[in-house]
């Protein structure tokens, strides 16, 4: 009797503050009517939110192989808010309660909303057209002289060089004005491919479904500095600082993977490696192997923003 009292009492009283869900189907509905979601995303884009005494910290994640546009809001926003990139340190304003995304195949961004004045880095917009580099580059293995590439292409192409694994470097001169440098100028390597697999679609493994201009990592360095790697999307970097007017030399030292070597065969020999320690792994998915896309595929552009 004093269980019905105290149920009717907070579910079914004029103020009552308890809210009766019949069936855990309706359970979505109820949470929404009685309080706004922490946050709403484009589809996606996934998020961990964490709060502190002074700022809500949000991490976003594009968890897509393809480019995700689109207004987020949320509930939970103080008086300032800042994008901060964890691979380069840089801050910028971010807006308010409802903020733009742009993020690139599997991006991840830090947003931070603080009532505490946060320091804000001046973004002035450039209407400069980007400059095509894609042509005029030489490529260089480490056993051999350079060679030119009128056109960006793997070098899986290149005579006897199908089966390279290891590091090359491309190297082109580039003339730059002195007004391309009043803003920031990155070096872009171009867009990912999205790729559907069979195992895309069962739902299974952790391959990023994505091809990269980009195969698989480069060094950037800019009159022999280095400005950083790029190996994720964006496939950019930023280089203005390194930049000087006039002609600069761009050097890139591109790392592949080490299937490539590994197609060439033949298979590794583990019976004396076993007989001595045991069958300890069996190797797996070593038949038909094939050499995959390598370097720097292209376009490139130095595009101010």
């Known amino acids: 009797m004093r269980i019905r009292e105290l149920s009717r009492t907070l579910f079914a009283s004029k103020d009552a503050r308890g809210r009766h ?3 855990d189907s309706q359970l979505g509905e109820a949470l929404r009517r009685a309080m706004a979601p922490d946050v709403t995303l484009p589809r996606d884009v996934g998020f961990v939110h964490r709060r502190l005494d002074s700022a809500d910290i949000y991490f976003l994640v594009n968890t897509s192989n393809h480019r995700v546009r689109g207004p987020a809001s949320f509930r939970d926003a103080h008086r300032g808010s800042q ?3 964890p691979f380069s340190g840089a801050a910028l304003p971010a807006g308010d309660r409802r903020v733009e995304l742009d993020l690139a195949p599997y991006e991840s961004r830090v947003l931070v909303f603080s009532d505490e004045r946060l320091p804000v880095r001046a973004h002035v917009r450039q209407t400069r057209a980007p400059i095509d580099i894609s042509s005029g580059w030489t490529l260089a293995f480490p056993d051999s002289r350079p060679m030119t590439m009128p056109q960006l292409r793997s070098w899986t192409d290149v005579p006897d060089r199908k089966y390279f694994s290891g590091v090359a470097a491309y190297q082109r001169m580039v003339d730059i004005d002195k007004s391309m440098l009043a803003a920031e100028v990155y070096l872009n390597f171009g867009e990912g491919t ?10 299974n493994g952790m391959r990023a479904m ?12 800019i009159d022999g500095k280095r400005a950083g790697s790029v190996w994720r999307p964006p ?15 761009l050097r890139v030292m591109v790392a592949n993977l080490a299937i ?3 197609a060439q065969g033949p ?11 045991g069958e300890r792994f069996q190797m797996q998915d070593m038949t038909n192997l094939q050499p995959l896309p390598s370097g720097l ?9």
Not at 195 to 203: C, F, M, N, P, Y
Not at 213 to 220: K, N
Not at 297 to 305: V, Y
């Open 297 to 305: 595929l292209g376009p490139i552009r130095l595009i101010p923003q």
């Open 260 to 262: 490539n070597r590994l």
């Open 83 to 85: 994008w901060w990139d």
């Open 210 to 221: 994505l091809e990269g201009p980009v195969r698989e990592v480069a060094v950037v360095y």
């Open 235 to 249: 496939y950019e970097i930023a280089v203005g600082s390194l930049l000087q007017p006039g002609k600069n030399t």
């Open 21 to 23: 869900v019949e069936a």
């Open 194 to 203: 999205p790729v559907t697999t069979v195992e895309q679609r069962s739902g």
């Open 267 to 277: 298979p590794a020999d583990y019976r004396e490696l076993n007989a001595r320690f």
